[in-house]
Structure formats: C-alpha cells, structure tokens
C-alpha cells in the first residue's frame, strides 16, 4: 500500500524560504511520477509541479517557475519542494501525490495516491 507523508509546512514571511518534504513507502517508485499540489481555501486544488522519478525529469506550473525546485532523494524514497521567494498568494495546504508511468500529467485526476497535506502560509 502506498503512503505518502508530507513535512515541512509552516508559516513564513514574504521572501522567505521553506522546504517540503514527501516521504513515500509501499512502492518502488522508480516508475512513478511524484506530484506536488495545492489548495487554498475555497479554490480548487492545483498543479504545483512534479517530478519524474526514472529520470528526473521536472515540471512546473507558470506560477511557480523559477522559485520551487523539486528533487527526489532515492535512498530516502524521498520528494522535496524547495520554495523560495514565496509570496501571499502561495498560502495553501500542499498535497504531494503519486502517478504510476514516467509522464508527467497536471491533471489531479491521474494521481492516484495522495498525503494528508501540509499547510504553508505566507505572511504579507
């Protein structure tokens, strides 16, 4: 059975920096892309970015590129969502899921497993 775990939430001014983590078990993900998501209050949930586990491969909503990176540590069958220069409107709960296949899809639908969520707020 998959688990995912996120870690890492918390409140931070604007500018600042926080680290999400993702730890994944059950599975071997080698084939698996790892998605990160997030929903703020009374807005749909929305595609943050994600990763290829097989190659690394990255992608990025328009609305976070160039300040979230992702990174995968395999030893630790573990996601990170580095987030820096983060701002108000990127106050969420981020979810971090899971899709069996190597590509990457936007789509909430396509991800079949998913963590209970972790609650980022920026403050202005």
């Known amino acids: 059975q998959v688990q995912l775990v996120e870690s890492g939430g918390g409140l931070v001014q604007a500018g600042g920096s926080l680290r999400l983590s993702c730890a994944a078990s059950?599975?071997?993900?080698?084939?698996?892309?790892m998605g990160w998501f997030r929903q703020a209050p009374g807005k749909e949930r929305e595609f943050v970015g994600a990763i290829s586990w097989s190659n690394s491969v990255t992608y990025y909503a328009d609305s976070v590129k160039g300040r979230f990176t992702i990174s995968r540590h395999n030893a630790k069958n573990t996601v990170y969502l580095q987030m820096n220069s983060l701002k108000p409107e990127d106050t969420a709960v981020y979810y971090c899921?899971?899709?069996?296949?190597?590509?990457?899809?936007?789509?909430?639908?396509?991800?079949?497993?998913w963590g209970q969520g972790t609650q980022v707020t920026v403050s202005s």
């Open positions: 059950g599975r071997t993900f080698s084939s698996y892309v």
């Open positions: 899921a899971a899709k069996v296949g190597t590509v990457i899809t936007t789509q909430t639908r396509h991800y079949a497993y």
